[in-house]
């Protein structure tokens, strides 16, 4: 059998496959609902009017965003029985408690406060209803921690012991799985680099309209809202990054040397910017290198050595080789090392344009104030001109604005490509090999019939996501009614008011 076409193989590509698409709705999910509750919160102190149609308007988004999101990750949990059932039945006791405390979270608290808040606008009080978006907020957050700690577990195993009799790992210290470092630290990594993407999302969105001099007064804010959030959480996700690096290194060594693509150890290490040649056969051409750097990412100085992928690999076949046998430990090295740069690259491309568009709207030189005081449709011949609209923009930033939307996006996923392909040849770090995971018991064709299923079920569902999301956007925000402006001192509202459906 042609070992592309292995079970274990094409379980991967399946499992990777949908994680990926699922990842995409995940930080977008957490984000938009913190700066919708900003928004909110916002009008509920200000009564601004603007500040109610945006939360209208990015609602509508959020609501989508996250529709998606749990029916794309319901796919998730069925794989673990389909084509990982060793894997399931191996770490179950333990992978399944955290996982546990997600579903109960996401299907139950998130679901109920959801629910509310759609439903709330006409029934609630206002401050009651705003307290319902933060419970969604703080669920989102919440949700996120339990599926990380999991997933650190599979990192850096902990709080657990080996069941000869059984066959199977058992939970000793469920707070350690909670609380140990590496869930911490890619809790806050992972939260930082969603409002990187939330913000991305929100200043190409406005954009797009401020392009077209369209709801200049909503998008205003929104532009604002957006660059600032890109540029705190691009920080934090630089901060953060470096912080698991030095962890990523401490527990998996090899996952740093396959970054870098470095063969042999070297001190000082360096960081190469890219390399020409074959990185997967130790003869790369470094074009652009600095010195230095990898050291500092693994030691937080520039002088001490990294071990290279070569001796790294011999000491964990000194270390694992008598019980597992698996004879190399290398990952795939050209994933690892490109999807460490693009992950920063992209990354740091949506923080820079952040740092650029706040240059560049800065005193609000961008609104003159006949838009500030007038009405918010103004046909384009009565505005002024590109200059006014701020001295060093016009739409090329627009155009540079739109395009970095998708930016974080591709970062997060080559960020998750090689925070999981790093860590091959295993499945739980030191513990599973990935090749002892697979179900048994399912053929080829059957997990070749299912990732088809899969793949063609989720580009519909792409297509629906795409097609709903273009339609809110180019609506823009909603114009208010009275009963948006005049919402309910008590709960339960006017009895003889009809129920209004805000989405």
């Known amino acids: 059998m042609d070992i592309a076409l292995a079970p274990e193989t094409l379980a991967r590509w399946q499992f990777g496959i949908t ?59 069925f794989q673990f029985g389909m084509n990982w059932s060793d894997y399931s039945r191996f770490v179950g006791d333990i992978f ?24 709330g606008w006409d029934k609630l009080p206002q401050k009651i209803h705003l307290a319902c978006i933060w419970m969604v907020a703080l669920g989102t957050m919440l949700s996120a921690y339990f599926i990380l700690a999991a997933n650190s577990w599979m990192q850096h195993p902990v709080g657990y012991r080996i069941n000869e009799e059984r066959g199977r790992a058992e939970l000793t210290d469920f707070l350690h799985v909670l609380t140990q470092n590496t869930a911490i630290a890619q809790f806050f990594h992972t939260i930082t680099a969603a409002f990187l993407t939330g913000g991305a999302f929100m200043v190409g969105i406005a954009a797009y309209h401020l392009m077209r001099r369209r709801h200049i007064t909503v998008m205003r804010t929104s532009l604002r809202l957006g660059l600032i959030t890109v540029v705190i ?14 962890i990523m290194y401490e527990q998996q060594p090899m996952k740093m040397a396959a970054a870098e693509a470095l063969w042999e150890t070297e001190a000082p290490a360096p960081f190469s910017i890219f390399a020409v040649g074959d990185v997967d056969k130790g003869h790369n051409v470094v074009e652009f290198q600095i010195p230095g750097v990898l050291s500092f990412l693994a030691h937080d100085n520039f002088s001490d050595a990294v071990p290279g992928i070569n001796d790294t690999n011999e000491t964990l076949k000194q270390k694992f080789d008598e019980h597992f046998g698996l004879g190399d430990y290398r990952p795939n ?15 740091m491309a949506s923080f820079g344009l952040g740092i650029l568009g706040l240059w560049l709207t800065r005193k609000k030189l961008w609104l003159s104030e006949r838009l500030r005081t007038g009405e918010d449709e103004v046909p384009r011949l009565a505005l002024l001109k590109d200059r006014e609209l701020g001295p060093r923009t016009g739409n090329w930033y627009w155009r540079l604005a739109l395009l970095t ?99």
């Open 19 to 77: 994680t990926v698409y699922h990842f995409l709705f995940v930080p977008l999910t957490i984000s938009l609902a913190s700066l919708v509750a900003g928004l909110q919160t916002a009008w509920v102190r200000t009564g601004k009017e603007k500040y109610l149609r945006a939360v209208k308007f990015w609602g509508r988004l959020f609501l989508i965003n996250i529709a998606m999101g749990v029916v794309t990750g319901i796919l998730q949990e």
């Open 96 to 119: 399944g408690a955290p996982l546990a405390f997600e579903a109960l979270i996401a299907f139950f608290f998130e679901s109920t406060f959801i629910g509310l808040w759609i439903f």
């Open 233 to 246: 959480a691009g920080a934090l996700v630089a901060f953060t990054g470096d912080r698991l690096g030095k």
């Open 333 to 347: 090295i050209p994933v690892a090392y490109w999807g460490f740069r693009w992950m920063i690259g992209f990354g």
């Open 405 to 503: 939307l998708l930016f974080p996006l591709i970062a997060i996923s080559w960020g998750w490509i090689f925070t999981e392909m790093g860590r091959q040849p295993w499945l739980v770090y030191g513990v599973l090999p990935t090749a002892s995971g697979v179900s048994p018991g399912v053929s080829q064709g059957e997990v070749l019939t299912s990732m088809i299923v899969y793949s063609l079920l989720y580009a519909a569902l792409a297509v629906i996501e795409v097609k709903l999301i273009l339609k809110y956007v180019k609506a823009g925000p909603p114009e208010l009614t009275d009963d948006d402006l005049n919402p309910p001192t008590r709960i339960g509202g006017d009895a003889d008011r009809p129920m209004a459906f805000s989405y």
